[in-house]
T-cell receptor
């Protein structure tokens, strides 16, 4: 199994600013993903965080808006850039472990409110 | 990028009753998984069923998979108030790098 820590757990941000969310896993993982969950909605995959290379973004998400880093196997960051109220969501980090059972482990999420 | 449709969207039952949630998806998959999310929390993995499996059990959970109909169901037997949560099915589409695509979810309320 894996324990995923995210910070901040919540934040209130001003329109036009950027915020970086950090994700730390307590064990070696293979794949890391970032999801967005808008209020009352399901999870939407933003991107796959690739170690040492550019993230792979899903349709509708671009690097300029959501830059992602993954400098090593257990750490990743997601930045939400130039925020607007529409970016108010929970952002969740997830990972699969090296045993690759197929299941995803999730952090508790980072709840962002943009005013 | 939503792949799954779930029904019902909301389900309210009494403690002790069984709860059934259904999920349909669109593309070929490697496996299908069910997750639970308590209000304001992260997701917890419940069960995984592979594309060559038809039924799987884990405690009070029973999952079925019909790949010909591209559908799955989650049955929770003898429900408890602590089962109150949102339940999501998620698929790992074939040949897409292992990413998980979530359905819309079912909000389950179990009344004591």
């Amino acid at each position: 199994s894996a324990v995923i820590s995210q910070k901040p757990s919540r934040d209130i941000c001003q329109r036009g600013t950027s915020l970086t969310i950090q994700c730390q896993v307590d064990s070696q993982v293979t794949m890391m993903f970032w999801y967005r969950q808008q209020p009352g909605q399901s999870l939407t995959l933003i991107a796959t965080a690739n170690q040492g290379s550019e993230a792979t973004y899903e349709s509708g998400f671009v690097i300029d808006k959501f830059p992602i880093s993954r400098p090593n196997l257990t750490f990743s960051t997601l930045t939400v850039s130039n925020m607007s109220p529409e970016d108010s969501s929970i952002y969740l980090c997830s990972a699969t472990t090296v045993t690759n059972t197929g299941e995803l482990f999730f952090g508790e999420g980072s709840r962002l409110t943009v005013l | 990028s939503q792949q799954g449709e779930e029904d019902p969207q909301a389900l309210s039952i009494q403690e002790g009753e069984n709860a059934t949630m259904n999920c349909s998806y669109k593309t070929s998959i490697n496996n299908l998984q069910w997750y639970r999310q308590n209000s304001g929390r992260g997701l917890v993995h419940l069960i995984l069923i592979r594309s060559n499996e038809r039924e799987k059990h884990s405690g009070r959970l029973r999952v079925t998979l019909d790949t010909s109909k591209k559908s799955s169901s989650l049955l929770i037997t003898a429900s408890r108030a602590a089962d109150t949560a949102s339940y999501f099915c998620a698929t790992v589409p074939y040949n897409q790098g292992g990413k998980l695509i979530f359905g819309q979810g079912t909000e389950l309320s179990v009344k004591p």
